[in-house]
């Protein structure tokens, strides 16, 4: 039983932490401007990007980081969290490659951190500890 709550401890905080990554980078793609963004170090990519594109996939991350957290939190559909949880791990892997192909590794392995973050949700919600309820 004890293994069990750390578990869901352990769950609930990578949802969290991954909540709030999916957040900053939402609101950051949403609403700053993409030229201001292409010129900062990791935001090189989307000079070659479409603003429409930039901020389809900052509204993409909004939804992430409430499908991380709501649908358990309120006790609605929380299938929702290994769904947006494995929604996260195809972002990363888009996001890796796009970093990757700039040369920016160091970005790769954040995004390959998050990832791992994500799968352990998606593993872990759906089979491991699931929402009963």
């Not at 769950?11 to 939402?26: D, R």
């Not at 609101?27 to 201001?36: A, C, D, S």
């Not at 957290?69 to 791990?89: E, F, G, K, Q, R």
Request: hydrophobic share 60%; glycine share 12%.
């Amino acid at each position: 039983h004890h293994l069990e709550n750390l578990v869901n401890l352990a769950l609930w905080i990578a949802a969290g932490l991954l909540a709030v990554i999916a957040l900053v980078g939402g609101v950051t793609k949403t609403f700053v401007p993409k030229e201001r963004l292409a010129a900062q170090r990791g935001g090189e990519w989307t000079g070659h990007a479409s603003a429409g594109f930039v901020r389809t996939l900052g509204v993409l991350e909004l939804l992430a980081a409430a499908g991380l957290i709501l649908p358990a939190a309120l006790d609605i559909a929380p299938v929702m969290v290994p769904v947006t949880a494995v929604c996260w791990v195809l972002l990363m892997i888009g996001a890796m490659i796009t970093h990757g192909r700039l040369g920016q590794y160091v970005l790769v392995l954040g995004n390959a951190l998050y990832l791992s973050l994500a799968a352990f949700i998606a593993v872990g919600r759906s089979t491991v500890e699931p929402f009963t309820g």
